[in-house]
């Protein structure tokens, strides 16, 4: 892959060597949000744009990146879960349908990594821990994505501003930081820390090309930095959302209670993705086997993609999680996905240029 042109040096980095995107800027792959749609605007504009898989079914994928290769010409990622039943037929589709990255939402298999490596698709994991990084750095990962805890959705209790220099340190591949970033500033503080690029959720969420309903789009714009929570009752893990009504009513409510209604939820999610009850099953004894789940936990963890499909499709937010970082507080418009891009890059330009005098 070519390295970007008419750019300052210092922004063209492994990143953009890596991968054959022009900015050193990912757009994250989230949940019903980071559609194709979503994903073209952001490598059109010069970022690498993600698919998130997670909630499509293997046709719903096809249809997606078919899409993609549509309306961009550039390179763009597809985010997996590692411990999906289908895990190894959505490698192969990555694969054959020439998709340059793969992302992982959970700490991807080794051999998948061998898979795709053997195939030329680089492979760029997303951990939130030393260990997870020095893990799959040690199976082939091309680089990783650390996310610190001010990131919105699934993320760790360690600030950005730590845990960033304690994973460069640590592995020798280049790194991507997330959590916390909307703007030029945060892109050069991250490549001062040694990284070689920024990942954007939330920023990406307030977009123009983001499918999101207005009227969540506007609940992000108004609420401030201290306006979210970060709990393990919506699925077993840590997740960071912003803190309304239903969220409040969640965390008062008895466990039983919130498992149950992860069973219900379970079961509406098999009527969305067409996924057979053997396959979720598969993907529960998974989740109990690598991660220690317990019963409870695994049940749980079909309260996410039901509770964000609520919010993220149809725009019910009294109903349902609306996750996104503390990095909400400082993001007061919606702009097309070029408009953002743009000002990200001139932005840290300006401080290059500045430093630079």
């Known amino acids: 892959m070519t390295a970007a042109t008419n750019l300052h040096p210092a922004l063209n980095t492994k990143l953009c060597q890596m991968t054959g995107c022009k900015y050193p800027i990912v757009q994250s792959a989230m949940g019903w949000v980071a559609t194709g749609q979503l994903c073209a605007a952001s490598s059109n504009a010069g970022a690498l744009g993600f698919i998130g898989s997670a909630t499509m079914d293997l046709k719903q994928l096809a249809n997606e990146i078919a899409w993609v290769k549509d309306h961009t010409d550039q390179p763009f990622g597809v985010n997996m879960r590692s411990d999906a039943p289908d895990a190894a037929e959505r490698v192969q589709m990555i694969i054959k349908s020439g998709v ?182 598969k993907q529960g004894w998974s989740m109990r086997r690598d991660h220690g789940y317990g019963l409870a936990q695994v049940v749980m963890a079909a309260n996410t993609p039901i509770l964000l499909r609520t919010t993220m499709v149809e725009g019910k937010t009294e109903f349902g999680i609306l996750p996104g970082g503390q990095v909400m507080g400082l993001i007061d418009r919606i702009e097309s996905c070029d408009e953002l891009i743009q000002r990200v890059v001139a932005e840290a330009t300006a401080i290059l240029d500045r430093f630079q005098r």
């Open 100 to 281: 340059k990255v793969a992302g992982f939402a959970l700490a991807p298999k080794e051999k998948l990594i061998k898979t795709l490596k053997d195939a030329g698709v680089v492979c760029i994991p997303s951990i939130g821990a030393k260990r997870h990084a020095e893990k799959v750095a040690s199976w082939g990962a091309d680089a990783l994505i650390v996310q610190g805890g001010e990131g919105g959705g699934h993320t760790g209790s360690i600030a950005t501003t730590v845990l960033l220099p304690q994973i460069v340190d640590a592995v020798d591949i280049p790194v991507i930081a997330a959590g916390g970033f909307c703007d030029g500033r945060g892109l050069m503080a991250a490549l001062s820390f040694g990284a070689e690029g920024i990942a954007m959720g939330t920023r990406f969420l307030l977009t123009k090309e983001s499918p999101v309903p207005e009227n969540v789009k506007n609940i992000y714009i108004k609420a401030g930095v201290g306006d979210t929570v970060a709990t393990d009752q919506v699925d077993g893990h840590q997740h960071r959302m912003i803190r309304n009504g239903f969220v409040d009513k969640l965390l008062t409510t008895p466990a039983w209670k919130n498992t149950v209604l992860a069973m219900m939820n379970a079961l509406k999610l098999k009527g969305l993705t067409h996924m057979p009850l053997s396959d979720m099953l």
